[in-house]
């Protein structure tokens, strides 16, 4: 059965360096996903994107962060300069159509120290 | 108008027992009423949905019921199973506004042999 799958599983880094979170939505998906859950609280919507461009974003989803479709596989989030905050479980989804069932990856744990 | 209020936060059944997760929101743009099942070290997989047109829907053990005017969804689940053990999240959505799932505050389900 296809699956997202995301990279890394975990990834600590420093406060201020940037890290690249990489996911491979399913195959003939369209539309994709970020979302992110600090522990111990819900998991938020950051931003969805179709069609090489930002669909949607959150109020979350400022300067810092970015989307990018590489290639015909990857979709990366960009956090370019880490703060303590932004340490949180980040998963990737993506969906068939805008209409159709969202598939999460199994989420990227950052930790930001 | 984006709450959504998930309760309880943690339930406790014995096998073979009725769980009963509630979900009450605010926003009545929504028109999707998806519950997501999570696992630990996976991300969250699509359980079961409702649209606005019915008033319930049952797929095996597990129901969703609506309440359009009260602006609330349940899922219930019949017969508990140990298996069943897991965090559960209502992530209502308006399909006609946007991509965005709104999620709950989860729900931790154990189920006792």
């Known amino acids: 059965e296809p699956e997202v799958t995301q990279t890394p599983s975990h990834q600590v880094t420093q406060m201020g360096q940037e890290v690249i979170l990489r996911c491979v939505p399913i195959s003939n998906h369209l539309y994709f996903y970020w979302y992110r859950q600090i522990l111990g609280q819900k998991v938020e919507f950051l931003v969805s994107f179709y069609n090489n461009e930002i669909s949607e974003k959150s109020e979350i989803f400022d300067d810092q962060f970015s989307v990018e479709r590489p290639d015909g596989s990857n979709f990366t989030l960009k956090i370019r300069s880490t703060k303590l905050e932004d340490s949180a479980m980040y998963f990737c989804?993506?969906?068939?159509?805008?209409?159709?069932?969202?598939?999460f990856g199994p989420g990227t744990r950052l930790t930001v120290l | 108008q984006q709450q959504v209020k998930q309760s309880p936060q943690s339930l406790i059944v014995q096998k073979g027992g009725i769980s009963i997760i509630n979900c009450a929101y605010e926003n009545t743009a929504f028109d999707y009423f998806p519950w997501y099942q999570q696992f630990p070290g996976k991300g969250p997989a699509l359980l079961i949905a409702?649209?606005?047109?019915?008033s319930e829907k049952k797929e095996g053990r597990f129901t969703i019921s609506f309440n359009k005017s009260a602006k609330q969804f349940s899922l219930h689940i019949m017969d508990s199973q140990p298996g069943d053990s897991a965090t559960y999240f209502c992530a209502p959505r308006g399909e006609t506004s946007g991509s965005r799932l709104t999620f709950g505050e989860g729900t931790q389900l154990t189920v006792n042999p």
């Open positions: 409702i649209r606005p047109d019915v």
């Open positions: 989804a993506s969906s068939r159509t805008v209409y159709n069932e969202q598939f």
